[in-house]
């Protein structure tokens, strides 16, 4: 075809007038007495002056625009509900900003750390932790970390949770000294005043932006409302922990709390910030703004206190913080993308010395990955060899009989797949239709009933059946291109009735089966809904066990990985058979 | 009318009738039997059975009684592929996943032939129909006529006595058909093979054939050599079918001395030959081919009936004038004159006599 439309003159696929007055204003060209040869030189010009190529394209796009505005809806459809899905699902499966998001200054500390040492970082990242810890349990989004670390190793969940309560306690005995000195840092206006700089101070609004930030990040929501306080540019100068750690404070109690600034007590962290900054010796004689005085005397008082230690307060919660395990997780799962889910997914862990296989007794997915490919293979090949004979019969019956088999082919797509699979399950089990009878016919022993269903049989049959029609109506729709003339013609050349189909028949026939084989064959790489109901332990797919993940574990970035992993394969074998096979050869009709 | 079993005929039907649903015969008591290195045509309408005949030769239907011999041995039983009969089919089915050489090997190797011996009888079936540079293309790649052809080698490449083909020209334009027409029957002769050739066009069947076996209604109407069949039909169905054919509808009087004396309806009185009336009284209808009109009355004998007509129509066509009439209150009476120098071109409204010699007039069965 292709051919003769390269030798017609025309670009487009129908002539249209327009053809035609291009076709005449060149001809006039030529007649305007233009050297033979001058034409060659540059492009067609149509009558206008502007290239021939242009004007096509222009005459072109309205029946393209109209084209593409009917096939828009579906086009919107498909973006909507399929490529955004999978371009979201294929980012999850790297995504890991949960870390950085939840302990940023930890993450920034722990850069700096040497995993290969002994036991757990020093008091500085503990401080970080500390810090980033008690707003993520005050924001409770510190079991979420832990769920998400606790995918890399177990326990994390518990760790976190549990430190997340006693994280308020760290430093109660400074506090309460805090307090017992001096009644006002119990007083929600005090702080207010002190943080703020007063009336008419000039503000460190820079501040409120960075921790509406943090918090935005940490929690997912949103943080922009007004909140009626900005920390003063002096004293955020002075004691900028405590100011970000009021901040922090204020920004939650209006967004979540939804309560008023000067009129809540701050949070621990921000007593235990202004502890630590003061007893770091900060130098309070420039400073002159509201609670100037109480400040300097706290200051003195602080100096005589016992120093507060995170380190050892963390390991009083969880002696598990000392270990280094822990660390090398939170630290190895710091950057904002990772490929730990895929790494996961194909039975490997990340380990500071790069990635290495996990220990077989955990192992699993590289298997399930295997029978896959295996099970649906084994479908697929099935699916030929009972669908061939029938599509055939389909195509080479007269009308009303093949009606009517037609009918019995269609038949299972009129039923639930649902009670389809139930329908094996009631055939094949020990005590199900086909045990009773072979038991009744004597072939088994009442005592050695066959095991056919919760196991690879089981699914094998039970997809088979399910997808006999895939297979049958694709083959059923090419042989039915094919004319009888073919095969009597090579009777009469000679050849036997199996040479006839081997040779001429079945050769024709062949992109019938590669459209079932690829239809089936992807159809059943993804399955889940028998494999689950028939499969038991032996007979499921990597399809159940992302579902798992999906719904269960809720390990959605392992669920992701998995699933993109899945998706490369099919793509793979798309391709391989595209070059093997030639996807030009794959016919629906 | 037709043959019976003859011993020495190469194919012969005998008695076979087809019936595909069991309630009504699509062939119908069918005898015929053609000589060795003979051309037969197969011709009639759809539906009159002469693709099916052919099928039951090439046993891809079975005869539901009746024999069909081949060589004088019955061939009921034997399987297509053990016929050993060429055949060209309406839409050439060439195998599209083969190429022609390819095409032209299999029935060789199918019959186990050696592979330099193939190669050899595959450029040799090649060059026999022109296409000797063509072994390497796929079918879809060849124009209309070139498959033709490479069907055609492909029917002849393993060297079968019989060949038969079903309508083989018929997806093809008419100047390609015309030539191929020719080419076919040329080498249907040069080898010396018998073909069994099917087709529904007339002019095909008239040029290709030594015999033409007119088939409608399931049965042979007529099976003769061509230039018989067009100027001797032996029923108006034959003299409808071949050719153009004038026809007027009467009433015999009187048959006397091998004519027959025919009153028209309109009461004028012709003379005919008569060819399936038998007595005074019967119905007929008189068959006349354009080009044996007389106008005027100076070539006809002193005692011949003539008719007056009225031109109707004058059309110029080059070689011939073609000219409708209206005769016995009928107006589509069509006479042919050649355009020769001193031909008179008629005018329309004009009153004229025509006639005819009485052997050209032919007083058929009426329909």
């Known amino acids: 075809m292709s051919k003769l439309k390269s030798t017609g003159q025309q670009t487009a696929d129908a002539p249209t007038p327009e053809d035609a007055f291009h076709e005449a204003a060149t001809y006039e060209d030529r007649e305007k007495g233009k050297a033979p040869g001058e034409k060659s030189a540059g492009p067609v010009l149509a009558a206008d002056g502007t290239p021939l190529k242009r004007s096509l394209r222009r005459a072109l796009r309205v029946q393209k625009m109209r084209a593409l505005m009917l096939i828009a809806p579906l086009l919107i459809f498909v973006l909507v509900t399929f490529i955004a899905p999978i371009a979201d699902m294929l980012f999850r499966s790297v995504e890991n900003q949960i870390v950085s998001n939840t302990l940023p200054n930890t993450v920034e500390k722990l850069e700096g750390w040497d995993a290969s040492q002994e036991g757990a970082p020093g008091e500085e990242v503990f401080e970080s932790l500390y810090s980033d810890l008690f707003l993520a349990s005050e924001a409770k989004e510190h079991t979420r970390l832990g769920t998400r670390l606790n995918y890399e190793q177990t326990g994390l969940s518990s760790l976190f949770r549990s430190t997340g309560r006693d994280v308020d306690d760290i430093g109660e005995d400074q506090i309460d000294a805090l307090e017992d000195f001096n009644e006002v840092w119990e007083e929600e206006g005090f702080w207010f005043n002190l943080m703020s700089g007063g009336q008419g101070a000039e503000k460190d609004t820079a501040l409120v932006e960075e921790q509406r930030r943090r918090l935005a990040a940490l929690t997912g929501d949103d943080y922009d409302a007004e909140i009626g306080f900005a920390p003063g540019a002096a004293i955020s100068d002075l004691l900028p922990r405590t100011a970000r750690a009021y901040t922090a404070f204020a920004l939650f109690t209006v967004v979540d709390d939804e309560d008023v600034v000067a009129e809540e007590e701050p949070w621990e962290a921000v007593k235990v910030a202004l502890i630590r900054e003061l007893r770091a010796g900060v130098d309070l004689s420039g400073y002159d703004g509201p609670g100037a005085a109480e400040l300097r005397a706290t200051q003195d008082m602080v100096a005589d206190l016992k120093p507060i230690e995170f380190k050892p307060a963390f390991l009083a919660s969880d002696e598990d913080w000392g270990t280094n395990d822990i660390w090398t997780t939170i630290q190895m799962y710091s950057p904002p993308f990772t490929s730990g889910y895929f790494l996961n997914a194909v039975d490997m862990e990340k380990t500071p010395q790069g990635p290495e296989a996990r220990p077989e007794t955990q192992q699993i997915y590289l298997m399930l990955f295997e029978r896959t490919l295996f099970m649906s293979l084994v479908i697929t090949g099935s699916c030929i060899l009972l669908g061939y004979p029938v599509a055939w019969l389909l195509a080479n019956l007269p009308m009303r009989t093949a009606n009517l088999l037609m009918i019995l082919v269609l038949l299972p797509f009129w039923t639930s797949l649902l009670v389809r699979t139930s329908a094996w399950k009631v055939m094949l089990q020990q005590q199900g239709v086909i045990n009773d009878v072979m038991v009744w016919l004597g072939i088994v022993d009442d005592a050695s009933r066959l095991v056919m269903i919760n196991n690879q049989f089981g699914t094998i049959v039970a997809m088979t059946h399910i997808l006999l029609p895939f297979m049958i109506l694709p083959m059923y729709s090419v042989m039915q291109t094919i004319p009888p003339s073919y095969v009597r013609a090579a009777r009469s050349l000679g050849a036997t009735n199996w040479t006839s189909f081997w040779r001429v028949y079945f050769p024709q026939s062949v992109p019938g089966i590669g459209a079932g084989s690829i239809l089936v064959f992807i159809l059943s790489i993804g399955y889940y809904i028998t494999p689950e109901i028939v499969g038991g332990t032996t007979g499921t797919f990597i399809s159940n066990r992302i579902a798992y993940h999906i719904s269960s574990s809720l390990n959605w970035g392992l669920a992701a990985a998995l699933g993109s992993i899945l998706l490369v394969v099919v793509l793979v074998l798309y391709w391989a058979y595209d070059k093997i096979v030639g996807i030009d050869n794959v016919k629906l009709g | ?367």
């Open chain 2, 1 to 367: 009318m037709a043959d019976t079993g003859n011993s020495d005929a190469f194919v012969a039907f005998e008695r076979v009738q087809k019936s595909y649903d069991g309630e009504t015969l699509v062939v119908k008591d069918l005898n015929l039997s053609m000589p060795k290195g003979e051309f037969l045509t197969m011709l009639g309408p759809s539906g009159s059975g002469k693709t099916t005949c052919l099928m039951m030769l090439a046993g891809f239907e079975t005869a539901t009684h009746g024999e069909i011999k081949l060589n004088g041995k019955p061939i009921n039983n034997i399987p297509p592929h053990k016929r050993g009969i060429g055949m060209v089919f309406q839409n050439y089915a060439l195998f599209p996943h083969m190429t022609v050489a390819e095409n032209l090997s299999f029935p060789l190797e199918v019959r186990k032939i050696g592979k330099s011996d193939r190669e050899a009888k595959i450029k040799r079936a090649l060059d026999m129909v022109q296409m000797g540079d063509f072994g390497g293309r796929r079918p879809a790649q060849l124009s209309g006529g070139q498959q033709q052809r490479i069907a055609l080698a492909r029917a002849l490449v393993f060297e079968p006595e019989l060949v038969l083909m079903d309508e083989p020209l018929g997806a093809l334009d008419k100047q390609l058909r015309e030539h191929m027409q020719f080419e076919i029957t040329n080498l249907a002769h040069e080898l010396g093979i018998t073909v069994v050739y099917v087709t529904h066009d007339q002019t095909e069947a008239l040029t290709m054939s030594d015999r033409v076996a007119v088939f409608d209604d399931g049965k042979i109407q007529q099976l003769a050599e061509p230039d018989v069949l067009y100027e001797s039909p032996d029923n108006s169905f034959v003299a409808q079918f071949i050719g153009e054919n004038n026809t007027l509808e009467g009433t015999i009087k009187e048959i006397k001395d091998g004519l027959a004396l025919v009153e028209l309806d309109d009461g004028e009185v012709i003379d005919a030959k008569p060819v399936n009336v038998n007595k005074p009284g019967e119905r007929t209808l008189i068959s006349i081919r354009p080009e044996r009109v007389e106008v005027g009355t100076e070539r006809l004998g002193p005692d011949a009936h003539t008719l007056k007509a009225e031109v109707a129509e004058f059309i110029y066509m080059g070689d011939v004038f073609r000219t409708r009439l209206k005769v016995a209150g009928k107006d589509d009476f069509i006479i042919k004159t050649r355009n020769s120098a001193d031909q008179r071109r008629l005018q329309p409204g004009e009153q004229v006599e025509i006639g005819w010699l009485p052997e050209d007039c032919r007083a058929l069965d009426a329909v």
